[in-house]
């Protein structure tokens, strides 16, 4: 089945405490990016790749890492949480972000919760 | 930069009936326009997409229109139902083919 998986699905953690989202795809996707969803602001790109080893900051890049050193992977690490990094974060892949049939699919998503 | 909104931010229909989500960009040089169903709680399911050089797309009940020139979109739900209660989330694809910006959503009741 073609799908993107997020683990771990729901994390509560402390200030400060280093984590890793993981990101999987099995549909050989070039293009990646992570998402968090808040109330009231909606979904808002934080990072994304064009392919394996090319990473770009999206709209909230601020307290995030991304590595893509394979294809089917894009982690994201939080190197020092914070309170205000409580959200819900959605990966997702594309063919291609330079392609028109550039339909989106969506994982799960993480529910975060930083004390 | 990139702004999308949608109106209205929510709505409540009895069953049946037709109904018209709205989508609006600031910029209108993108690559496509996509349209997505959420459930509480769970991820986002691609409903629609239209590329900037088409003007609508059909799916089943649904049908979604663009119109880049006056960055416009439209999703039309014929003959509504309950399964149908989600938020509906556009989001356009910009000019480099690299970044997505997500509307706030129009949360769609269908009353039984």
């Known amino acids: 089945e073609a799908q993107v998986t997020q683990n771990p699905r729901y994390l509560i953690t402390v200030t400060g405490k280093k984590l890793t989202v993981t990101c999987s795809q099995n549909m050989n996707h070039e293009y990646m990016s992570w998402y968090r969803q808040d109330p009231g602001l909606g979904l808002r790109q934080i990072y994304y790749?064009?392919?394996?080893?090319?990473?770009d900051k999206g709209d909230v890049p601020e307290g995030y890492k991304v590595s893509r050193k394979e294809k089917r992977n894009f982690p994201l690490i939080l190197e020092s949480p914070s309170p205000n990094q409580t959200s819900l974060y959605f990966c997702?892949?594309?063919?291609?972000?330079?392609?028109?049939?550039?339909?989106?699919?969506f994982g799960p998503g993480t529910r975060l919760t930083v004390l | 930069k990139q702004e999308v909104t949608q109106i209205p931010a929510a709505l409540s229909v009895p069953e049946g009936e037709n109904l018209v989500l709205n989508c609006s960009f600031t910029?209108?040089?993108?690559?496509?326009l996509q349209w997505f169903r959420q459930d509480p709680g769970k991820g986002l399911t691609s409903l629609l997409l239209?590329?900037?050089?088409?003007r609508e797309q059909t799916s089943g009940r649904l049908n979604a229109s663009l119109d880049k020139s006056s960055g416009r979109s439209t999703l039309y739900i014929a003959a509504s139902q309950p399964g149908d209660s989600a938020t509906y989330l556009c989001?356009?694809?910009?000019?480099?083919?690299?970044?997505?910006?997500f509307g706030p959503g129009t949360r769609l009741s269908v009353l039984p």
């Open positions: 997702a892949s594309s063919l291609s972000g330079a392609d028109s049939y550039n339909e989106q699919f």
């Open positions: 790749s064009m392919n394996v080893e090319v990473t």
């Open positions: 910029d209108s040089a993108i690559y496509n």
């Open positions: 989001a356009v694809e910009d000019n480099y083919g690299q970044n997505f910006v």
């Open positions: 239209i590329q900037s050089s088409q």
